[in-house]
Every structure is written in C-alpha cells, then in structure tokens.
C-alpha cells in the first residue's frame, strides 16, 4: 500500500517508542510527532530540571527537523503540552532563546500525564525552504 508521506527518521532524536513515525513529509510539510526529554542514546528521561528537560525536547525537535531538511526556523506550528503550566514562561524562555521573530503559531495545553513521566512534549509543523 502507497503511503502518501515519507517517513523521516535520525538517529538524533530518541527512537519512537509506538507504532509511529518520528516525522513524515507530505509535500512541503512534515508533521514532527511529540517529543518528550528523552536522551537519544540511552531512551530514558533526561536528568535536571524543567528547563533541562525543555531544552532536550527542542534539540530533539531540532535533529528531526535536519533529518527532514529543515530547521527550527522553519516551523510554522508548535503544539506545547505541559503536565504543569506555571512552566509555561520557562517555555516562552526557551522559545525565545531558539526562535526569531515572526514566531511560529503555538498552543499550550495542561495535560495530566505525558508518556514515562515526561513534564513537556513539543510536537510541531514545518514548511521545508524552497
């Protein structure tokens, strides 16, 4: 059966841990799926505190993105989901430290629980240069 995407993978970001991909491009678009603070060598959590463990889902964001041909700078859409949203301005922190102006449109949402007990999952949307 013909899929219409292609998968993207790296080495770079922690495998996925289900039955998904870490990204797939449709055209000019490549949906990157959830990334929780995993250290991509080993596939645990990293260690330290929040801003660590935001800093570790926007590498691996970022190393998906250079698989796929792009970059952090070509996102148009990010997904923020926080099992604690007094962290969001440690979110608007990191976001501001990686991105430049205009900024990419975002939502943030409070969850419950994320996946091995992660604090923050970033998925995104990225549109590759022409």
Partial sequence: MSRPFEPIHTDQAPAAIGPYSQAVRAGELVFLSGQ??????????????????????????????????GSLAHLVKVNVFLTDLSHFPRVNAAMEARFEAPWPARAAVGVSALPKGAAVEVEAILRLPT
Avoid at 38 to 53: K, R
């Fill in 36 to 69: 929780i603070p995993l250290v991509p060598a080993s596939g645990e959590l990293v260690s330290g505190d929040i801003d660590t463990q935001i800093a570790q889902v926007f590498d691996n964001l970022e190393a998906v993105a250079r698989a796929a041909g």
